[in-house]
């Protein structure tokens, strides 16, 4: 079975680029989640959908943070404008829970630099 | 203070050994907690969950103690794959889970 997929992999961009990150989750699973990791604040949760609908969006950092989902097998998070501090390891993981607190399945994650 | 808090390590220990991790939780609501492993560069992914009785899993022992606040992980028998990364989570209401920052494990020959 395939697990949650993400791409890009790595991406490397400029300061003040948009970056759109994609993730397809495991089929049949009702939520969708998008982290952050980095070595200074671990792994954070972006926000949370259940059904396409997002229920939890309190850890998007600011209006440059954007997240949709507009079927039950695609999402994206998109970054606009980038800055270096954006700088982070993003993981996407799925559940088959309607809870976000059940266990989840994570991407592979998109590597990110901002330059 | 964190909501998870664990010691980053790491613990150097030599295969055949037997290692435990502790992990301590602030939110005395939180329900339910996981042990997740993650290897250098790649995804976080469960190892097991933690059940108030404690659980085995083979090698692997998991334990809770709520009063306490904490959650500890016992590895026996330790192998040189065993060396990765691992992540207390517990839950943070009802729509998260919230992971401890990692406590690092290096098993050498």
């Known amino acids: 079975d395939a697990g949650v997929i993400q791409s890009p992999r790595h991406e490397v961009t400029e300061m003040g680029q948009e970056v759109t990150l994609r993730c397809k989750p495991i089929?049949?699973?009702?939520?969708l989640f998008w982290y952050r990791q980095t070595m200074m604040r671990g792994l954070e949760l972006l926000i949370y959908?259940?059904?396409?609908?997002?229920?939890?969006d309190s850890g998007m950092p600011e209006d440059r943070f954007s997240a949709k989902m507009p079927n039950a097998s695609f999402s994206t998070l998109k970054i606009q404008p980038s800055e270096p501090r954006d700088s982070a390891v993003y993981f996407c993981a799925s559940s088959p829970s309607d809870r976000g607190t059940d266990t989840q399945y994570f991407g592979p994650g998109t590597r990110l630099t901002v330059l | 203070r964190k909501e998870v808090e664990q010691d980053p390590g790491p613990f150097n220990v030599p295969e055949g050994a037997t290692v435990a991790f502790n992990c301590t939780y602030s939110n005395s609501a939180s329900q339910s907690f996981f042990w997740y492993r993650q290897d250098c560069r790649k995804e976080p992914k469960l190892l097991m969950s933690?059940?108030?009785s404690g659980n085995e899993d083979g090698r692997f022992t998991a334990q809770l103690n709520r009063a306490s606040q904490y959650i500890s992980l016992l590895i026996r028998d330790s192998k040189l794959s065993d060396s990765a990364t691992y992540l207390c989570?517990?839950?943070?209401?009802?729509?998260?889970?919230?992971f401890g920052a990692g406590t690092r494990l290096a098993v050498h020959p």
């Open positions: 959908f259940n059904n396409n609908v997002p229920i939890d």
């Open positions: 933690v059940y108030s």
């Open positions: 089929s049949g699973h009702n939520s």
């Open positions: 989570v517990v839950t943070g209401g009802y729509n998260k889970l919230i």
